[in-house]
């Protein structure tokens, strides 16, 4: 299995709801990360789990919360958002070390409205 | 920090012409690795290509081959023999061989459209 899966294809919430991404891979990449991104701009780093346990936090309102319960799967929890937050969520994989790198597996993302 | 310039928002081709994206980067690194991605609007980012810094040969994948300048920091894309399923955003993007915290982080260009026209 080479893929990245990302579910749903696409969400449409208000922005008192509660929802939640999901990400899942079966490489043994033990890196997983979530990507922000815009119409017509490249991907935005959002979080980086490392062996399931967050490794960086690009300064990303606490509307929005990861979760990695597995090296198999990461999450992205949603709540409160903005209409601002529209965009699509890119979901991505990789290896955790040495010695050749191969690049990230990206999903095909998930594309977030908020209304 | 690095940066990824490409300075092309928007190219087209002739199918079955030859193309060329441009992308430069600045480090302070000696290695590094460098990557092509794909987004065409399916949305999925598909790697193209990548190129290992301290590999003075250039890449080459079937139709894609970069044109990798160390000295210059320079690291191109040239498609031959261009097809409609080309036509998508490509994205260059660089990469520390550090690994911090166990995780690689991507840095990207802000991409350029190709369209191909039939």
């Known amino acids: 299995d080479t893929e990245v899966t990302q579910t749903p294809k696409h969400l449409v919430m208000g922005m008192t709801n509660k929802k939640s991404l999901k990400c899942e891979q079966h490489?043994?990449?033990?890196?997983m990360y979530w990507y922000k991104q815009k119409a017509k701009k490249p991907p935005e780093l959002m979080f980086v789990?490392?062996?399931?346990?967050?490794?960086i936090n690009e300064s990303v309102p606490s509307r929005f919360s990861p979760e990695c319960p597995n090296s198999s799967l990461l999450n992205l929890h949603l709540h409160a958002l903005q209409p601002e937050d529209s965009a699509l969520y890119l979901c991505?994989?990789?290896?955790?070390?040495?010695?050749?790198?191969?690049?990230?597996?990206f999903g095909s993302g998930t594309r977030l409205t908020v209304v | 920090a690095q940066t990824v310039t490409q300075s092309q928002p928007e190219m087209s081709v002739q199918e079955a012409e030859t193309v060329t994206l441009s992308c430069t980067y600045d480090?302070?690194?000696?290695?590094?690795?460098l990557f092509w991605y794909k987004q065409p609007p399916s949305r999925q980012m598909i790697l193209v290509i990548r190129?290992?810094?301290?590999?003075?040969q250039n890449a080459t994948e079937n139709r894609f081959s970069v044109n990798f300048q160390k000295a210059a920091k320079s690291f191109s894309l040239k498609i031959s023999d261009s097809q409609l399923g080309d036509a998508a955003m490509y994205f260059c993007a660089y990469m520390d061989t550090y690994s911090g915290a166990g995780s690689y982080q991507l840095t990207f260009g802000k991409g350029t459209k190709l369209s191909v026209i039939p």
């Open positions: 490489m043994g990449h033990r890196a």
């Open positions: 190129q290992e810094a301290y590999k003075q």
């Open positions: 480090t302070s690194e000696s290695d590094y690795y």
């Open positions: 789990y490392s062996y399931e346990k967050l490794s």
């Open positions: 991505a994989s990789s290896q955790a070390g040495p010695p050749r790198y191969y690049g990230y597996t």
